[in-house]
C-alpha cells in the first residue's frame, strides 16, 4: 500500500474518532452535519481532515500522467483525452472508496444503534458529488499550473467556504451559497439551500453533476493543448 493510501486512512480513522467524540449520538448522519453556523473550530478541523484526506490522495495524481506516464497512455489510447478519462477514473474511484471505507471506520469506532437512513442516504449522495466536483477543480488547476498550486487553492477554497458560508448564513445572504460548494455536503446548511434558496436535494445533484462535467470538458480541452512530455 503506498504512502498517501496510508496517510488517507490514517486522516479518514482520525476524523471518525473525532466525530464521534464529538457528538453524542451514535448515527451515520453525523458523519455529513459538517460545520454548524458558528463556524466551530473542532467541527472545521474534522471537517477539513475529512477533505484533507482526499485532496492529499489526489495530489500530484494529474501532474505525474501529464509528465511522465502520460506518453505510454498516449501511445496505448491514441488520444491525449485518454489520459484525462484516466486521470479522473481512478480519482473519482478512489473518492468513493474511501467514503465507504469512511462509513466503515466510523461504524468500528462508533458504538451506533440507530441510524436514519433517508437522510445518511441523501448527505452521502451530496457529500460523494460535493468530493468529485472538488477533486475536478483539484485536477483542472493541476493540469493547469502544477499539483502544489492546486493543493493550496484547494484547501484554502474549502476553508474560506466553510467559514464564510457560516457567516452569510447568519448574516441572512443566501445567494453566495451556490458558489461556495463544501456547504452542499453538510446537513447543518442545506436546510438553507431548501428553505431560502427555493432548492432541493434532487436539483442540488444536478447543480454539482452538471458543474462536474463542465470542469470535466474544459480539463480536457485544456489537454488537448498542453504539451505532456
Given at each position: ?10 486522516m479518514s480513522v482520525f476524523y471518525c474518532i473525532l466525530i464521534n467524540s464529538l457528538y453524542h449520538i ?47 497512455v498516449l501511445v496505448r489510447r491514441k488520444k491525449r483525452t485518454a489520459i484525462l478519462n484516466k486521470i ?6 478512489a473518492a468513493i472508496v474511501f467514503e465507504i471505507i469512511k462509513i466503515v471506520i466510523y461504524i468500528v ?121
Amino acid at each position: 500500500m503506498s504512502i498517501k493510501k496510508i496517510c488517507t486512512l490514517l486522516m479518514s480513522v482520525f476524523y471518525c474518532i473525532l466525530i464521534n467524540s464529538l457528538y453524542h449520538i451514535s448515527d451515520l448522519s453525523v458523519l455529513y452535519k459538517g460545520v454548524n453556523l458558528e463556524n466551530n473550530i473542532m467541527l472545521l478541523l474534522a471537517q477539513f481532515l475529512s477533505f484533507a484526506s482526499i485532496t492529499f490522495y489526489v495530489f500530484g495524481e494529474a501532474e505525474k500522467y501529464i509528465n511522465g506516464y502520460g506518453k505510454y497512455v498516449l501511445v496505448r489510447r491514441k488520444k491525449r483525452t485518454a489520459i484525462l478519462n484516466k486521470i479522473y477514473a481512478e480519482n473519482f474511484l478512489a473518492a468513493i472508496v474511501f467514503e465507504i471505507i469512511k462509513i466503515v471506520i466510523y461504524i468500528v469506532v462508533s458504538s451506533m444503534d440507530k441510524t436514519d437512513f433517508s437522510s445518511f442516504v441523501i448527505m452521502l449522495v451530496l457529500s460523494i458529488l460535493t468530493n468529485l466536483l472538488l477533486i475536478s477543480v483539484q485536477i483542472l488547476i493541476e493540469i493547469l499550473f502544477n499539483s502544489k498550486i492546486a493543493l493550496i487553492v484547494a484547501m484554502a477554497y474549502f476553508i474560506i467556504s466553510c467559514t464564510v458560508g457560516g457567516v452569510i448564513i447568519k448574516e441572512k445572504l443566501y445567494a453566495p451559497l451556490l458558489i461556495l460548494i463544501p456547504n452542499y455536503s453538510m446537513s447543518y446548511r442545506t436546510e438553507y439551500f431548501i428553505s431560502e434558496l427555493n432548492l432541493n436535494y434532487l436539483s442540488m445533484n444536478v447543480i454539482l453533476i452538471t458543474v462536474i462535467i463542465g470542469f470535466v470538458f474544459t480539463g480536457k480541452m485544456i489537454l488537448k493543448r498542453k504539451d505532456i512530455f
